[in-house]
């Protein structure tokens, strides 16, 4: 067993994040969320981007504090020292998030597929799967690269659908400005579309100067992010019906289609990379917390292993391939992004009641970076961030509850007694 390589610098965190995010949203649920929320589909990305920023307040601090592979799994043991099961089912709940992440955006990069030639999603998704876990286990600076690159593809993808919308005679004619409770349950839906900021913590014990490039990377991320989802989501309701949308499997391919054949070509590509990328990224972030719940005890030490000439964790990536694996068998794609979105929903609340509780319990440790507004030594953002966790978190079908829930329950108890 040894360490990781330390070879990320802050622009390739961002990139890490950045592209993470954008990729697991626009290129993938956009369609679903769109038949959710209507003509209120960007205020949904509003909402859902002001939850995630204020969620994202909490990893900067916390991941500046403890600038160690693992986040929640960490952050949760230093508020909970006395209460390892907790520490362990969260980092438990984020690593299956990361699994369902991948599956969900391999089933999206399908449905590309399917726009150029017929086969079948299962088939298609195994492969993205297998492919890039083996990416993964090459090395994180080559992984780093070929996430720069599609990320820039992925960010010029949405960049045109923004110019195309702005072409339109019927641009910003669909805004509501008006919420409804389609609104707010579209938001826990497109939730599932800010997940990545948290994985830039998970990179830790691979980059230069975690102390001082996490939090601004964490925060950047969903910055770049939220700009581009509002722009897009905006110029798609330009283009095509709120329905039209949530019935296309490649969504933003139809969106560049209502312009023009060739400009949908140029975006079913750019989904490609985009969806592709996030899947790498989701199957790295994962794989780091199940290793460094190995390092430290949680699950067994062998998770821990790495390949001595990569430094990269091949069993904890094996875990989370098998993981995502399985996930594909539910087949429907809004099924798996909602579990995704209510293990990391569970994981947020939790992170926020952590920093809280280490502001009284660890009040003189040096912080590099402090959530703003407080009265006393009490965090005003971070408890506001776990309210909205907790009521995205009403959101979702109950066969959502059935399966996540379930999951993470045995985690517990297994946690709480068979390690107890």
Known sequence: MSGLNRTLGLPMLIFYGTGMILGAGNYSIIGKAAQETGVTLWLGFLFAGIAALLTALSYAELSAMYPKTGAEFIYLGKAFSNKNWVASTIGTAMALSGAATAAAVALSFAGYINQFTDVPHALVASVVLLFFTGIALVGIRESGWMIVVSTLIEVSGLILIIYLGIQSDKFAHNLSFTPTAATLAGSALIIFSFFGFESIANLADEAKKPERHLPWAIILSVLISTALYIGVSISALALMSPDQLGQSEAPLMAVALASSPRAGQILGIVALFSTANTALISLIGASRILYSMGKKGAMPAVIANVIPSRKTPWIASLIILAAALLLLLLGKLDIVASISSFATMLAFFSVNVALIVLRYKQSSKE??????????????????????????????????????????????????????
């Open 367 to 420: 912080r590099p970076f402090r959530v703003p507004l407080s009265i006393g030594k009490f965090p005003i953002l971070p408890l506001l961030a776990a309210g909205i966790s907790l009521v995205l978190m009403t959101q979702f079908d109950s066969i959502v509850y059935a399966i996540g829930g379930t999951l993470l329950v045995v985690a517990a108890l297994a946690f709480r007694f068979l390690r107890s």
